[in-house]
């Protein structure tokens, strides 16, 4: 699901650019070049009002589909009917060109309209674009016939003119398609790679977990239990009570780790545990409430006072740690010597007290999960 | 799989044990023999009992690798005072115990003195809350969970931590017996929430009888309060 989600905001981020590069070429186009060729041209143009009322209105239309399609809310119905507009004003500043100018000098329509096209169409299917282009081009050419002006020269720079305008819009529009297949394409493989990669990964902790607990049921627990049922080892010993008092918290410990990728603070808490219990340690480990995901280093500083406490322990220690909405709190209590009393490395609220009554050490570590007011 | 009837030996008190593990009932027993107020009178592997079998039923959580949680609802429903008794000490496997309406939950490692206070206090209809409870109840994050003072939050979560009444009082600068009164106040909390059960009720209205939480706490056990007259 997450890999879904990076690989559409890669494929989105690809298109805005795209968008974005469009709208800046088809803007400079507009309002540079064609301004400069209506002001140029101004003398010419007969009624001049509808002129620059076509200058205007291509403008508005500009801007809108510029924003629409920046704001990814450009839908199919607006971005046709916004076309078929621009058209339909390209049509009325052809009308205003003087007499066998339809693609002279002084013709500036023609070639935005085939820019608008691209602009308001991008996401639209091929031959939408191909269809207004088309609409385009026959609008010129009509021009031109009614002007009684479709000899052999003017039809070759006609030819000349739809390959430099219609042709490189429709290059321009076929080329960020492919792109944006290809980002997409790209994204998908990049996405479905990281999928693997986690899953892999997943099932290689799962994995190293149970290797983890069948290790120690096989270096530990069966010799001491072939021991006993062989009476090599007496029950009545202290030294063997001891020991299988240890393997039988250590037993309880992990029949309770029912989690196969165990929280990070978790699974170093039991790697101390381990340790302790090699030296013969009863250990607890209780944790209750969902531990939330914690920065490194407050990761770190739970574990390692923890630790501490752990490896001083004489023969018992029990560790707990409780996830509530405000905070972690990570406890020790074990028969550890005072001595073991440390400041905290960090800035996290550690309280440690030695209780002379019980002759044990009660260390506790706390994380506001949410920072005081 | 029938369960045995037992002749009342000695206490007033009576005790029915339902476990898979014949060794575990026997080392309930033990263990139960040592409280003079305590009698079994019935024991069995399966969760065939008729609700007031005994005043107390200890109930294992897991019988022929079946959870049974849905079993306490049943006969707290009957009225049945049941004490969950499981090796399995998830949250949610505490929580579901205690929202169906088991008296407490005792985890197996947890040892006598816990059980047989717990069977004491169960059979008053008192709470009674074990280390682990405690831990659970304080690292509860449900959506239906009561208020806690910030009292009761630490009494619950240092007794959690120490196992010791007498710590926690040492470190909160308070008498054992106001510990004590933090948590089964807090515990109390809880028998307020989700489904009723008569033995939620008879829980509360035990808890206002002896001062310990004030009928105006009580939000949504009104019939139960009228009831204790």
Not at chain 1, 29 to 48: A, C, I, K
Not at chain 1, 250 to 273: I, M, N, Q, S
Not at chain 1, 334 to 353: F, I, Q, R, Y
Request: hydrophobic fraction near 45%; glycine fraction near 8%; aromatic fraction near 6%.
């Amino acid at each position: 699901m997450t890999a879904d989600v990076v690989k559409g905001m890669v494929a989105t981020r690809f298109a805005t650019a795209v968008n974005i590069g469009l709208v800046v070429i088809v803007g400079v186009w507009h309002l540079g070049m064609d301004t400069l060729h209506v002001l140029r041209g101004w003398p010419v143009y007969e009624p001049q009002a509808a002129a620059a009322g076509s200058w205007l209105a291509l403008t508005v239309i500009q801007t809108i589909g510029s924003v629409l399609l920046l704001r990814s809310v450009l839908s199919a119905r607006t971005a046709r009917s916004l076309a078929a507009a621009a058209l339909v004003t390209g049509v009325v500043a052809t009308a205003t060109y003087p007499v066998g100018e339809t693609i002279g000098d002084v013709s500036w329509a023609g070639n935005i309209v085939g820019w608008f096209g691209v602009l308001l169409l991008i996401q639209r299917p091929l031959w939408e674009l191909i269809t207004l282009l088309g609409a385009n081009m026959a609008v010129t050419v009509g021009f031109l016939a009614a002007d009684g002006a479709l000899d052999q020269a003017t039809v070759s720079h006609l030819l000349a003119m739809a390959y430099t305008t219609a042709g490189i819009q429709l290059t321009f529009a076929y080329l960020a398609r492919q792109l944006n297949a290809a980002a997409r394409e790209a994204t998908e493989i990049a996405a479905g790679q990281a999928e693997y990669l986690a899953r892999a990964t997943a099932d290689e902790t799962v994995h190293a977990e149970r290797r983890r607990r069948y290790e120690y049921l096989r270096i530990r627990v069966e010799p001491l239990l072939s021991g006993l049922a062989e009476r090599q080892l007496d029950p009545a010993d202290p030294v063997v009570r001891q020991r299988a008092a240890v393997e039988a918290a250590r037993l309880r410990r992990l029949f309770a780790e029912t989690d196969d990728t165990p929280h990070p603070l978790l699974h170093e808490l039991r790697a101390c545990a381990d340790v302790a219990e090699r030296r013969g340690v009863r250990v607890t480990l209780l944790s209750y409430g969902d531990l939330p995901d914690l920065p490194a280093s407050v990761r770190r500083e739970l574990g390692e006072g923890a630790l501490l406490v752990l490896s001083t322990a004489v023969t018992r220690a029990r560790v707990t740690v409780v996830a509530t909405p405000e905070e972690v709190v990570v406890s020790v209590v074990a028969d550890a010597p005072p001595e073991t009393l440390v400041k905290s490395p960090g800035p996290l609220t550690v309280s440690a007290l030695y209780d002379q009554e019980e002759n044990q050490l009660w260390w506790e570590n706390r994380w506001p999960v949410r920072p005081a007011p | 799989m029938v369960g045995k009837p037992m002749a009342c030996t000695s206490g007033s008190l009576t005790v029915a044990i339902i476990d898979d593990h014949p060794v575990v009932i026997e080392g309930i027993q033990t263990w139960l023999s040592e409280e003079p107020r305590i009698s079994v009178v019935h024991t069995g592997e399966a969760v065939d009992v008729e609700p007031g079998v005994a005043d107390v039923l200890i109930l294992d959580l897991n019988l022929h690798g079946k959870l049974v949680i849905g079993d306490i609802a049943t006969l707290a429903a009957a009225g049945q005072r049941v004490i969950a008794f499981s090796q399995f000490t998830e949250q949610r496997v505490v929580l579901e115990s205690l929202e169906a309406g088991a008296c407490e939950f005792v985890a197996k490692n947890e040892g006598r003195a816990h059980l047989v206070n717990t069977v004491l206090a169960a059979a008053g209809d008192r709470p009674y809350v074990t280390p682990t409870a405690a831990g659970v109840l304080v690292g509860d994050r449900g959506a239906s969970r009561p208020k806690l003072s910030s009292q009761e939050r630490t009494a619950l979560l240092w007794w959690f931590q120490s196992m010791s009444k007498a710590s926690v009082a040492r470190r909160m600068g308070v008498s054992v017996h106001t510990v004590d009164v933090y948590i089964r106040r807090a515990r109390v909390k809880y028998a307020q929430v989700g489904r009723t059960a008569p033995t939620k009720a008879d829980m509360l209205a035990r808890a206002i009888e002896d001062g310990l939480v004030k009928p105006d706490d009580i939000t949504g056990y009104e019939s139960a309060v009228v009831g204790v007259g």
